[in-house]
T-cell receptor
Framework: QKEVEQNSGPLSVPEGAIASLNCTYS??????FFWYRQYSGKSPELIMS????GDKEDGRFTAQLNKASQYVSLLIRDSQPSDSATYLC???????????FGSGTKLNVKP | DTGVSQDPRHKITKRGQNVTFRCDPI?????LYWYRQTLGQGPEFLTY????????KSRLLSDRFSAERPKGSFSTLEIQRTEQGDSAMYLC????????????????FGSGTRLTVV
């Protein structure tokens, strides 16, 4: 079983809609959670971090964490074509010095 | 702060040749990581340094791979006797000093080195 699971997509949404990206993880000791955006051929770029249950908002992005369900999500409001990318979920386990990444969900925002 | 720098950006090599990649982390970061990413997959952990000490090495890493970080500054990743299966994007990342800060701020990735073994 992979540590971090994501639906590979592609997820297609129209411009202006809300995109919802989901991630589940297997290790209950996980403490920190990140969403990275990766454009084709480029390296991952950190867009959100969360480590407490609940919601965290930053501009058009909202990260949601539910540790009991081992589930983390990313909502993108007012989606723009420039949001079209692969979104990687990363999970850190306390006192372990590395993050585990999911395979990513490809998002297409159609004009 | 110029971010994490990786060199070269692209490398094409013949099977069996040795290659070496370089990573310069953000200056105040003392943790440095190497990851490998193949098409359609997320980054996979290879190895990790805190200052000059290599503290963890993935079981994915065969004996053909070696990494160093002399003096706790830049790092090099060498692959000996390259194989076609080594073709991938090699990503370097660095992170800020404390585990707590890393939990909050995550990694900063470099632009990566894309290796193609022909």
């Amino acid at each position: 079983q992979k540590e971090v699971e994501q639906n590979s997509g592609p997820l297609s949404v129209p411009e202006g809609a809300i995109a919802s990206l989901n991630c589940t993880y297997s290790d209950r000791g996980s403490q920190s959670f990140f969403w990275y955006r990766q454009y084709s051929g480029k390296s991952p770029e950190l867009i959100m971090s969360i480590y407490s249950n609940g919601d965290k908002e930053d501009g058009r992005f909202t990260a949601q964490l539910n540790k009991a369900s081992q589930y983390v999500s990313l909502l993108i409001r007012d989606s723009q074509p420039s949001d079209s990318a692969t979104y990687l979920c990363a999970v850190g386990v306390y006192n372990f010095n590395k993050f585990y990444f999911g395979s990513g969900t490809k998002l297409n925002v159609k004009p | 702060d110029t971010g994490v720098s990786q060199d070269p950006r692209h490398k094409i090599t013949k099977r069996g040749q040795n290659v070496t990649f370089r990573c310069d982390p953000i200056s105040e970061h003392n943790r440095l990581y190497w990851y490998r990413q193949t098409l359609g997959q997320g980054p996979e952990f290879l190895t990790y340094f805190q200052n000059e000490a290599q503290l963890e090495k993935s079981r994915l890493l065969s004996d053909r791979f070696s990494a160093e970080r002399p003096k706790g500054s830049f790092s090099t990743l060498e692959i000996q006797r390259t194989e076609q299966g080594d073709s991938a994007m090699y990503l370097c990342a660095s992170s800020i000093r404390t585990l707590r800060d890393q939990d909050i701020y995550g990694y900063t990735f470099g632009s990566g080195t894309r290796l193609t073994v022909v």
